[in-house]
């Protein structure tokens, strides 16, 4: 399937635990996402006690731990309809990206659930608050955009052929060739990448945007392929934390989370086509993000959505769970990750 053996084989080796099988009473795909809903109805009544949470549940909000109700749990209004779900019977996992309203500005949330004999124990939120009024997004909610509705674009609803399923080793595989081609991007390490691979970054086109009339492309006037490969995220300098936290083998689905650091020592650099790029942060900052990948039937990445913020630079998640791939960057840094 074109992955690399040697980290194919480092994947199974760290998922290898984790591939108990799926029995009865487990929580399948409906119930999970019955789990979700049922939290998301909780927040937006800012009551804890309608979400079915375990009394030791934890909940951390853009990496910071707060309790129940606080933070978007008190300032919520509206849930809208859309819904990306990444379901994990296997792993008691779902993750999920939904639209919302706080105080009347949109956000966008992503979540990770863990979910255990029925109850929520692990609650992990990114919140991309797409307001211009508010800083810490580094795209606002693009014009014409539905503020809380809409439906996820078709590949990720779909079901693979059962015979062009890939196992969670090699969707965790597949997905780390991105954030190991975007570290210190040069274009030599081109992620495994479908013709029709597009990315939405807070609900904004980064990839395939037409170029206006009279302007320069830039990074999201290019396909997947073409940016990676033309070397436009060079200031991307540690792809940090990576943590696989939900996958969906029947669709192909990977559910994420990533800290990009920028150390702001690269102020300048060319790409493959001798264009030069000057990077204007003065100073070193960080995104904090969970994305979904969509892999289809081929093995390449076909869909990417995220949602993601601007965090301290050097912010670390809050959370050790999850299935950890290496960054080679922050091990030559000597980075502490967890």
Same mark, same amino acid.
């Given at each position: 399937?074109?992955?690399?053996?040697?980290?194919?084989?480092?994947?199974?080796?760290?998922?290898?635990?984790?591939?108990?099988?799926?029995?009865?009473?487990?929580?399948?795909?409906?119930?999970?996402?019955?789990?979700?809903?049922?939290?998301?109805?909780?927040?937006?009544?800012?009551?804890?006690?309608?979400?079915?949470?375990?009394?030791?549940?934890?909940?951390?909000?853009?990496?910071?731990?707060?309790?129940?109700? =606080?933070?978007?749990?008190?300032?919520?209004?509206?849930?809208?309809?859309?819904?990306?779900?990444?379901?994990?019977?296997?792993?008691?996992?779902?993750?999920?990206?939904?639209?919302?309203?706080?105080?009347?500005?949109?956000?966008?949330?992503?979540?990770?659930?863990?979910?255990?004999?029925?109850?929520?124990?692990?609650?992990?939120?990114?919140?991309?608050?797409?307001?211009?009024?508010?800083?810490?997004?580094?795209?606002?909610?693009?014009?014409?955009?539905?503020?809380?509705?809409?439906?996820?674009?078709?590949?990720?609803?779909?079901?693979?052929? $059962?015979?062009?399923?890939?196992?969670?080793?090699?969707?965790?595989?597949?997905?780390?060739?991105?954030?190991?081609?975007?570290?210190?991007?040069?274009?030599?390490?081109?992620?495994?990448?479908?013709?029709?691979?597009?990315?939405?970054?807070?609900?904004?086109?980064?990839?395939?945007?037409?170029?206006?009339?009279?302007?320069?492309?830039?990074?999201?006037?290019?396909?997947?392929?073409?940016?990676?490969?033309?070397?436009?995220?060079?200031?991307?300098?540690?792809?940090?934390?990576?943590?696989?936290?939900?996958?969906?083998?029947?669709?192909?689905?990977?559910?994420?989370?990533?800290?990009? =650091?920028? =150390?702001?020592?690269?102020?300048?650099?060319?790409?493959?086509?001798?264009?030069?790029?000057?990077?204007?942060? $003065?100073?070193?900052?960080?995104?904090?993000?969970?994305?979904?990948?969509?892999?289809?039937?081929?093995?390449?990445?076909?869909?990417?959505?995220?949602?993601?913020?601007?965090?301290?630079?050097?912010?670390?998640?809050?959370?050790?769970?999850?299935?950890?791939?290496?960054?080679?960057?922050?091990?030559?840094?000597?980075?502490?990750?967890?």
């Amino acid at each position: 399937m074109g992955v690399r053996l040697s980290a194919a084989l480092c994947v199974a080796a760290m998922l290898g635990p984790a591939l108990a099988p799926v029995t009865a009473a487990q929580c399948d795909r409906a119930c999970l996402q019955g789990v979700a809903e049922t939290y998301l109805s909780a927040m937006l009544a800012h009551d804890p006690g309608k979400a079915p949470l375990a009394r030791d549940a934890r909940y951390t909000e853009n990496g910071v731990e707060l309790r129940l109700p =606080d933070g978007l749990w008190r300032t919520v209004d509206k849930v809208g309809s859309y819904r990306l779900y990444v379901a994990d019977p296997q792993g008691h996992a779902i993750g999920f990206f939904a639209k919302a309203q706080e105080n009347g500005a949109p956000v966008l949330v992503g979540t990770r659930l863990k979910v255990e004999h029925g109850k929520i124990t692990q609650i992990e939120s990114v919140v991309g608050r797409l307001s211009s009024t508010l800083g810490g997004s580094p795209f606002g909610l693009p014009k014409g955009q539905d503020p809380l509705d809409g439906s996820p674009r078709p590949q990720f609803l779909t079901s693979l052929p $059962t015979g062009k399923r890939r196992s969670r080793e090699q969707l965790a595989a597949i997905v780390n060739t991105y954030f190991t081609g975007i570290e210190n991007n040069s274009g030599d390490k081109p992620p495994l990448f479908a013709p029709d691979c597009h990315r939405l970054e807070n609900l904004t086109a980064t990839t395939n945007v037409p170029l206006a009339p009279g302007r320069t492309a830039n990074s999201m006037n290019y396909s997947c392929a073409q940016a990676f490969e033309l070397g436009f995220y060079h200031e991307d300098t540690r792809m940090r934390n990576r943590r696989i936290l939900a996958v969906d083998v029947e669709r192909g689905l990977v559910y994420a989370g990533i800290f990009l =650091d920028h =150390d702001a020592t690269v102020r300048s650099y060319k790409l493959r086509d001798g264009r030069t790029q000057t990077v204007k942060n $003065t100073g070193p900052w960080t995104w904090d993000a969970q994305e979904i990948f969509q892999v289809n039937a081929d093995g390449k990445i076909s869909q990417v959505e995220a949602v993601l913020l601007s965090v301290p630079y050097g912010m670390r998640p809050g959370w050790s769970t999850g299935v950890h791939l290496p960054s080679p960057a922050a091990r030559k840094d000597g980075f502490k990750e967890y």
